[in-house]
């Protein structure tokens, strides 16, 4: 029995996808889904160049189909498989192994990214599962994407070479100008990733501990781990968010800034929401604008999120007062019942002030915040075009870019997360 073995025979969509054993020394597994992806070869490129980490390394990709899926997608997935052989023949000494998986016709019922990714991620937990290998790292990459050159070395030494860390969110950037996408795609990529970086900033701002993206293609986890957070879920999109969310809470989640991930910043329809999606709409404007959160909401969350270690040590009668003095948006989002029967439980449940506010922010998670930001955007605070926003939050925490053209902006964000 490996370490894995009673969860891969309970919570797996499939059964063993791979026949041919791992390699003794193979230490990271890169899960990709793929459909309608003929041009899969461009990131097998981009991996090749990549330096050689100190252990073995194999490739999954999962080629899948929706329901429904066209006759040009799926015959573009019987070119992505092909290209895929083509390119192990002519690159037979690659160091890194690639299995491509047709589950198309394992598929039934509608099928999700989340279950591809899920079906992959679990498929490299049986392997490593094999080897009886609990820290195997298992990598969340798209096909459309690029990696810098480290990437498999940064992430082997960072990851691998600390039993500490069990799971990361890896620096991204979307590509912002070139040939191969229209000027408008570009402009609107700009704008999106700005709110990113924006978002990002604000909740450090607020002073949230445990701050990350949530980007399915620039995602790692170790394979024991993930056995414990119940793996990966099937949802349609926003299931990278969903994942890293159950990782967070259990620790060794960490941002990892010494490599990049290039995701492409095409437009696309395949999913309700999120970057594609987004970029498709930016795109069609001929004035593309951003609305993003105020930051008066931003602002509202740092009041309360400061107010931790009075709750922890103050008397149980100036919770409720306490709770008057909370701003508007904040009190019109918590009722003051459930507001005085929480900070009680999480008193009578801590005994101090890091375990009341680490239980705290158990409560008041990224879920809730979403709401939060969600609810009083509705009722109480207007988006704002993410230029403004963004210059608002650095005037507010003493930084001044002298610009505030979105391309500049976005570069200073990057700078400013990086540290460099």
């Not at 937990?125 to 290998?133: A, H, I, K, T, Y």
């Not at 909740?203 to 119940?230: E, I, N, Q, R, W």
């Not at 987004?278 to 001929?286: F, P, Q, R």
Request: hydrophobic share 40%.
């Amino acid at each position: 029995m490996g370490f894995a073995s009673s969860w891969l025979g309970e919570r797996t969509l499939f059964s063993r996808l791979i026949d041919e054993a791992p390699d003794p020394n193979t230490e990271i597994i890169v899960v990709i889904p793929a459909f309608n992806e003929p041009e899969i070869t461009l990131l097998l490129d981009s991996l090749l160049k990549c330096s050689r980490p100190g252990c073995g390394t194999e490739i999954i990709i999962i080629v899948n189909a929706p329901d429904g899926a066209d006759k040009e997608a799926l015959d573009n997935n019987q070119r992505c498989l092909k290209n895929i052989e083509a390119w192990k023949r002519e690159n037979a000494d690659c160091f890194f192994r690639i299995h491509a998986v047709d589950v198309t016709p394992l598929i039934r019922g509608d099928w999700s990214v989340g279950m591809a990714r899920k079906t992959g991620m679990d498929e490299a937990v049986r392997r490593f599962d094999s080897l009886n290998r609990p820290g195997g790292i298992i990598l969340s990459l798209d096909a459309d994407c690029q990696v810098e050159s480290n990437y498999f070395s940064a992430v082997f030494e960072e990851m691998h070479l600390r039993p500490d860390r069990q799971a990361c969110s890896i620096y991204f950037e979307h590509p912002v100008n070139g040939v191969g996408f229209p000027e408008a795609i570009y402009k609107a990529i700009i704008l999106y990733e700005l709110h990113l970086r924006y978002y990002f900033q604000s909740l450090l701002f607020t002073g949230k501990p445990d701050v990350h993206h949530t980007v399915g293609s620039a995602m790692a986890v170790k394979a024991l781990p993930y056995v414990k957070s119940g793996g990966m879920n099937r949802r349609k999109a926003g299931e990278d968010f969903y994942f890293i969310q159950k990782l967070i809470p259990a620790g060794g989640f960490f941002n990892l800034y010494s490599t990049t991930v290039y995701p492409s910043p095409r437009s696309s329809s395949r999913v309700p929401f999120g970057t594609g999606v987004t970029v498709a709409k930016l795109a069609e404007s001929e004035a593309p604008m951003f609305n993003t959160y105020n930051i008066k909401a931003f602002r509202e969350l740092k009041i309360l999120f400061s107010l931790a270690g009075i709750l922890q040590s103050g008397r149980p009668e100036d919770v409720k007062a306490i709770y008057q003095d909370l701003p508007p948006g904040l009190r019109s989002f918590i009722e003051v019942s459930e507001w005085t029967e929480k900070v009680d439980e999480i008193r009578k449940n801590t005994s101090g002030p890091e375990s009341f506010r680490k239980r705290f922010f158990i409560w008041f998670n990224m879920f809730r915040i979403v709401k939060y930001l969600n609810a009083v955007h509705v009722s109480m605070f207007e988006k704002r075009p993410v230029q403004e926003s963004v210059s608002e939050l650095l005037a507010e925490t003493g930084k001044n870019p002298g610009t505030k053209d979105a391309l500049a902006l976005l570069q200073f964000l990057r700078k400013e997360e990086r540290g460099y």
